[in-house]
């Protein structure tokens, strides 16, 4: 920036300087969004069968990415569905498991869980979480959930749902625990009623739900929205069962970490799987164990809390924290 501009930005009033900088994001934000790249990540996924309508009020929808979730997606969805959510979009990415299968049968029970395909290896989840949340404004949804197959979400005292049609607002975090194996069972098992480990304190990282609207530009990891004008209210709660196995955490981090290489993704994009990747498979299992055990040590984020809690089996909870485990 020349002298000249620089002292003439200076002298303008800070509101006009603070609407100047909105109208460049905003028109760096459309030429992303009908860009190519945008445009590769939308033909790249299908929702066969997806309706349209007009916003219904209140309709809150979610949206998913799903990759080799087999033991843990079927109960996501359902828990989500129980949560009060009007209609699921979910999306396959090229799952070499189950998951599009049980996907598919939940599909067939259910006409809220509607399945499709995303046929793109890179690691563009921001961009793809957009499009996604555009074909459910489409779908008539007023409110928008962007959820991971491994997230559980809940309100204080009534579902999801409710708690979002009751808001007068524009988006909403959510903040999140993370959920690990006890010591004794080492995996976690969907399959029977299980207790784990729950970090007590939350996560310095939110995650975000929203107003339908056309286009909303969702951040990478559902963090944020980098179009906002204003900050979410807070009240949701989610527990994130990102690490089950050691086998299932290994396998998950080796393939984001190729997609984030296909998306030619900066270092600064998901650290904790790159860390987690940098390590040799032979050192993992011992980290694991330790972990596990709190002895100080984290997976794979040394910022991560080991302050935890033993509860028996939290997926069957219906509201968040109903036996005040969580002051």
């Not at 299980?194 to 990282?205: G, N, T």
Request: aromatic share 8%; proline share 4%; net charge neutral.
């Amino acid at each position: 920036m020349s002298t000249l501009r620089r002292r003439v930005r200076d002298s303008l009033p800070a509101s006009v300087v603070a609407r100047v900088n909105r109208a460049r994001l905003l028109a760096n934000l459309q030429r992303e969004r009908w860009g190519r790249g945008q445009r590769r990540i939308n033909a790249s996924i299908s929702v066969p069968n997806l309706p349209r309508a007009r916003r219904q009020a209140g309709a809150v929808w979610g949206v998913c990415l799903a990759r080799n979730e087999e033991d843990i997606v079927e109960h996501t969805i359902r828990h989500m569905l129980d949560q009060g959510l009007d209609g699921i979009i979910v999306v396959d990415n090229m799952s070499t498991d189950r998951t599009r299968a049980l996907l598919d049968e939940l599909a067939a029970a259910d006409p809220r869980v509607h399945v499709g395909v995303d046929r793109q290896v890179g690691f563009h989840q921001g961009g793809k979480v957009s499009y996604l949340a555009h074909l459910a404004w489409r779908a008539g949804a007023d409110w928008i959930v962007p959820f991971d197959a491994d997230e559980f979400w809940f309100a204080e005292g009534e579902s999801v749902g409710d708690f979002l049609r009751h808001l007068d607002v524009a988006s909403a975090w959510c903040d999140f625990r993370n959920v690990f194996p006890t010591v004794e069972d080492g995996a976690i098992d969907f399959t029977r009623r299980q207790s784990v480990q729950v970090e007590r304190h939350a996560s310095a990282w939110l995650r975000v739900c929203f107003r339908a609207r056309r286009w909303v530009w969702v951040g990478e990891g559902n963090h944020a929205l980098r179009d906002a004008v204003e900050l979410p209210v807070r009240g949701l709660h989610m527990l994130h069962y990102s690490y089950r196995s050691l086998e299932q955490y290994s396998r998950k981090v080796d393939h984001g970490v190729a997609a984030l290489e296909a998306a030619g993704k900066d270092a600064s994009i998901a650290t904790h799987w790159r860390l987690w990747a940098s390590i040799p498979p032979a050192e993992r299992e011992t980290l694991w164990r330790r972990s596990l055990s709190g002895d100080g040590v984290t997976t794979d984020d040394p910022g991560a809390s080991i302050d935890r809690v033993v509860i028996d089996d939290p997926t069957h909870w219906k509201t968040w924290n109903p036996e005040g485990e969580f002051s």
